[in-house]
């Protein structure tokens, strides 16, 4: 897919050497969970569907350091219903939100399908990262959230800082033609299999696409390994998705925990809130 190792804004002076940096941020993890649900669970009494369905969000929200967003991926994706994506201040946190979501309810019939973990960290190629850049857990929600992971050559890293800085501006003056599209990139090296987590929020799937079509012709597509699986999903409150699957009906749906970040209508719904 996209070679985003550094962001799709515009082109921008090289960010200092590390040696020249101000201290490190705290920490801040991000996770990706893609979860697949028990395909007997949906034969079980409604009423049992439905508290378990309610046992499941409580447990979405147990932890409010933790900003969580809810994804439904329903028939998107073979196997993979749900997708949990995290901020949280350590992966310990991470550990423990997803152990007691697991064994909570509806959880206890999901079967983890994708798990992707990272950092967030200043970029190399990017002095100031825009909100179009570095911001997908902030603000109103956008209706489509698309998460990958992403590895790039060892002849990448083995180039010299000003030719990758030089494909890296191509890079982005490429992704600032397409505002509507906003980006996240968290750093994955020695934690997961892949090098970065990218994700990519927005209203206008079309305009992704053409995004992601144009950075094919780039050269910074030369370096890439491996950009799959790719998750796609729609932004949805964990009440909506509940109903969708059948744990609520209408009128309980109404009630229950709305654990997603800002709605795409601007209303809170976060379980968690930055900090």
């Known amino acids: 897919m996209t070679d985003n190792a550094g962001g799709s804004g515009t082109d921008r002076n090289p960010a200092p050497d590390a040696a020249q940096q101000p201290e ?3 920490s801040r993890y991000v996770h990706a969970l893609a979860l697949g649900l028990d395909p007997a669970w949906r034969r079980l009494p409604a009423a049992e569907r439905e508290g378990s369905g ?3 969000a409580a447990a979405l929200e147990a932890d409010p350091s933790i900003v969580t967003h809810t994804y439904s991926m329903i028939g998107l994706q073979a196997g993979t219903d749900l997708l949990i994506w995290r901020l949280a201040p350590s992966l310990d ?26 950092t967030i960290q200043p970029s190399q190629y990017v002095r100031n990262p825009t909100q179009q850049e570095q911001s997908l857990f902030e603000g109103e929600r956008s209706a489509y959230l698309v998460v990958y992971p992403f590895t790039k050559s060892t002849e990448w890293y083995l180039l ?9 501006n191509e890079h982005m003056r490429i992704g600032h033609r397409y505002p509507q599209v906003r980006q996240l990139l968290a750093y994955s090296f020695g934690l997961d299999d892949q090098d970065f987590i990218v994700a990519y929020e927005t209203d206008d799937l079309p305009g992704f696409v053409d995004l992601v079509r144009d950075l094919r012709g780039s050269d910074s597509r030369r370096s890439t390994v491996r950009d799959t699986p790719i998750l796609t999903a ?42």
């Open 24 to 26: 490190r941020p705290p």
């Open 54 to 56: 309610r046992a499941f």
């Open 93 to 118: 946190a991470l550990e423990q939100a997803a152990a007691l979501a697991l064994r909570s309810g509806l959880g206890a019939w999901l079967t983890v399908r994708e798990s992707l973990i990272g």
């Open 160 to 168: 010299g800082r000003d030719a990758r800085q030089g494909i890296m």
């Open 234 to 275: 729609v932004h949805r409150p964990i009440g909506e998705i509940l109903e969708m699957l059948g744990a609520t009906t209408a009128a309980s749906t109404r009630s229950a925990a709305g654990v997603s970040g800002h709605g795409r209508s601007g209303s809170r719904d976060t379980v968690g809130a930055a900090r």
